[in-house]
């Protein structure tokens, strides 16, 4: 929590529900192959990487991600950061925290809503 308090100025965060999830790894989700950036368009990269742990598609991948089963580690690893754009029409007050209508700090169930602008 030391670390968070940290860099709370600087950063944004909250708790995804698995629909968003879902939608950033459909829409901007890519694999480590090899070190490459691959993009998840083929259920049979994501076998051949993660089939060892039983996550044999992009179903079983979310699914592991959004409930954080056994083999969470091995299937967060696997996923590239996403990239996403800036917030459509902008970022609310930069200088305040979330609570005081302002843009970082914890969003709670709430970063849904944000994540949406920057899909």
């Known amino acids: 929590m030391n670390m968070i308090r940290r860099i709370e100025?600087?950063?944004t965060y909250g708790y995804l529900n698995r629909s968003m999830i879902s939608q950033l790894i459909y829409k901007r989700g890519y694999?480590?192959?090899?070190r490459d950036r691959v993009p998840l368009n083929d259920n049979s990269i994501i076998e051949q990487q993660?089939?060892?742990y039983g996550?044999?598609?992009v179903e079983d991948l979310i699914n592991e991600i959004a409930n954080a089963g056994?083999?969470?580690k091995q299937a967060n690893n696997f996923l590239w950061p996403f990239k996403l754009?800036?917030?459509r029409k902008g970022m609310?007050?930069?200088r305040r925290p979330y609570q005081n209508g302002g843009a970082?700090?914890?969003r709670e169930e709430f970063l849904g809503d944000f994540i949406k602008k920057i899909i």
């Open 9 to 11: 100025p600087l950063v």
């Open 31 to 34: 694999g480590k192959v090899n």
């Open 50 to 52: 993660l089939g060892k």
């Open 55 to 57: 996550i044999v598609c």
């Open 70 to 72: 056994p083999h969470f």
């Open 85 to 87: 754009n800036s917030p």
């Open 92 to 94: 609310e007050l930069k």
């Open 104 to 106: 970082h700090g914890n």
